[in-house]
Every structure is written in C-alpha cells, then in structure tokens.
C-alpha cells in the first residue's frame, strides 16, 4: 500500500491527484520518480489536478517529545 511507502527513506514527498470523475490518486515519490509518477498519472487521468505534500523536516516539531535520533 502506498501509506507504507511514506515511510521509506527514499521517500520525500506525496503527489495527490484527483481526476474529473472525482478519484483520488495517492503516490509517494522519490527525487527520480517526480516526473514519471506525474506523467503515469496523466495518462490514466488527463484532466488530473495535482497537489505536491513535500517531507519538511522541522526539529521544532518533535524538540522535548521524542528524542532526536528517533525523527527522520
């Protein structure tokens, strides 16, 4: 399922995409698979819209709850 794929290490942001049907498409993506991840979706669903959910990595977040080893 592309929810475990999130947590890969490779892994660096999330493109959501919803078609004019109204389906929603989820897919992780690494640095190399930006493009033709965009490119795959069209071709199943030309009128996609898309949305890009980067991975932000903001110590702030985390700093007095877990220890810093423990965030990637």
Sequence with gaps: MWQ??????G????????AGDGTKIYRPVNDKSLRG??????????????RLFSHDYDWSVFKG??????VY
């Design 11 to 18: 892994t660096y942001a999330l493109i959501v995409a919803v």
């Design 4 to 9: 475990e794929e999130l947590l890969d290490e």
């Design 37 to 50: 991840t965009v490119e795959e979706i069209l071709k199943e669903y030309p009128d996609a819209r898309f």
């Design 65 to 70: 709850l877990v220890p810093r080893e423990r």
